[in-house]
C-alpha cells in the first residue's frame, strides 16, 4: 500500500497528488491518502482511492499524532510513504521515521518553499532519509541542498496536467451565447473570497486602461458572494483555457504549471503564504509581466 501525505486544506496538493500518481501509473486500489482537504472526495480525487482521516484531537500534539502515524502505517502495511511538500510535515511529524518504521520507503516530492521560513518554525529532521526526492521546481538553494543531503536520489520531474476535451453541458452551452465579438477574461481562483475579488479588481483594471470590455468569468469550486462577476463551477479549469483570451491566477505552483502553454495570455498575482513562496514563482514564470500595484491581504494562514 502507498500512503500519499497531502496534508494541506485546498485543492492544490490533491491536485498535485493525482496528476503524479497517473503519471507514475500507479493503480488506484494501492494508494491510500491523507489529507484534511474538504476536497478529498470524487470528483477531485478518484472514487477508488481510499482516505485515511486524521483524529482533530491530535491537532497540535505531535507527540501523539506521530505515535498515531505510526500504528496506522503498520496497521495497513504501508511500504511507500510520499510526502507532499512540506519534507518532514507541518509539525514534524516524519522526525525520527526512518528510526520507527525502516522497512517503509519514504518519497518526496518537493516544490518552492519560503525555506528559512519552514525551517525557523520546524527546525530540520537530520535523522529523516528520503529514498527519493522528485523536483517538481527550481528551489532555493539551501532548500535543495538539504534534500540532496537526506536523500538517495534527486530526480527533476514535470508534472503534465492531462486536459480534459469536454466541458459541463452549461458552460458549453454559455459559451456558444456569448457575444462573439467579446473577449472572454476568466478569474481562475477558488478561495479565499477576498484573494478572488483582487483577482477581479486586477482584471477589471486592466481592462478599463485598454479601453476593452471583455466577458468576465470567474472559475472556481466554491459560492461566491454575488457581487463579484459570475463564477463557473469547472474542474479542472484547463478544459477552458484554450477557449480564453486572458487568464488571472494566483501564484500557486498548480495554476503556474497548468498555465506554462498558455503563458502569453496568463496574468498572475501572488498571494501571502506561510510556506509557499509564490513571489518567486510569478516572477520566474512570467518576468515579462510588469509588477501589480495590487496589494494582497496581509493573511500567511494558508500553506
Given at each position: ?9 485546498g ?5 498535485r497528488?493525482v496528476?503524479?500518481w497517473q ?13 484534511a ?6 470528483p ?12 482533530q484531537?491530535l491537532?497540535y500534539?505531535?507527540?501523539q ?20 511538500a ?5 509539525m ?7 528510526q ?10 518537493a516544490?518552492?518553499?519560503r525555506w ?7 527546525p ?14 527550481p ?7 538539504w ?8 530526480i527533476?520531474?514535470?508534472?503534465h ?19 462573439h465579438?467579446?473577449?472572454l ?16 479588481q ?8 485598454e ?20 463564477a463557473?463551477?469547472c474542474?479542472?479549469?484547463s ?15 498548480n ?19 506561510r510556506y ?19 496589494e494582497?491581504?496581509?493573511?500567511d494562514?494558508?500553506?
Amino acid at each position: 500500500m502507498w500512503l500519499h501525505y497531502a496534508q494541506g486544506g485546498g485543492l492544490g496538493h490533491l491536485t498535485r497528488a493525482v496528476t503524479f500518481w497517473q503519471q507514475q501509473q500507479l493503480p488506484p486500489d494501492d494508494i491510500c491518502l491523507m489529507s484534511a482537504s474538504p476536497y478529498a472526495r470524487a470528483p477531485y480525487i478518484p472514487d477508488n482511492i481510499r482516505l485515511l482521516n486524521v483524529p482533530q484531537s491530535l491537532a497540535y500534539r505531535p507527540e501523539q499524532y506521530r505515535q498515531w502515524l505510526v500504528e496506522a502505517m503498520d496497521r495497513m502495511a504501508i511500504h511507500t510513504l510520499c510526502i507532499d511538500a512540506f519534507p518532514w510535515g507541518l509539525m514534524g511529524e516524519w522526525a525520527g521515521l526512518s528510526q520507527w518504521l525502516p522497512q517503509v520507503k519514504v518519497v518526496h516530492l518537493a516544490r518552492r518553499l519560503r525555506w528559512e521560513a519552514y525551517t525557523r518554525a520546524l527546525p530540520p529532521a537530520a535523522d529523516l532519509m528520503l529514498d527519493t526526492t522528485w523536483l517538481l521546481e527550481p528551489l532555493e538553494a539551501a532548500h535543495e541542498e538539504w534534500l540532496r543531503a537526506h536523500s538517495r536520489h534527486c530526480i527533476p520531474f514535470d508534472l503534465h496536467y492531462p486536459v480534459p476535451d469536454v466541458l459541463p453541458p452549461n458552460i458549453a452551452q454559455e459559451l456558444e451565447e456569448l457575444p462573439h465579438n467579446a473577449p472572454l477574461w476568466l478569474i481562475v481562483h477558488s478561495t479565499p473570497a477576498d484573494e478572488v475579488a483582487l483577482l477581479c479588481q486586477y482584471a477589471t483594471q486592466m481592462a478599463q486602461e485598454e479601453n476593452q470590455q471583455p466577458v468576465l468569468r470567474i472559475v472556481s469550486t466554491e459560492l461566491l458572494p454575488s457581487a463579484l462577476p459570475p463564477a463557473w463551477d469547472c474542474y479542472p479549469a484547463s478544459a477552458l483555457f484554450a477557449r480564453a483570451d486572458r487568464i488571472f491566477t494566483g501564484g500557486g505552483f498548480n495554476s503556474m504549471r497548468q498555465m506554462a502553454p498558455y503563458r502569453d495570455k496568463h496574468y498572475a498575482l501572488p498571494f501571502p503564504r506561510r510556506y509557499d513562496d509564490q513571489h518567486w514563482r510569478v516572477a520566474h514564470y512570467l518576468p515579462f509581466r510588469p509588477k501589480s500595484t495590487l496589494e494582497p491581504p496581509e493573511a500567511d494562514v494558508y500553506l
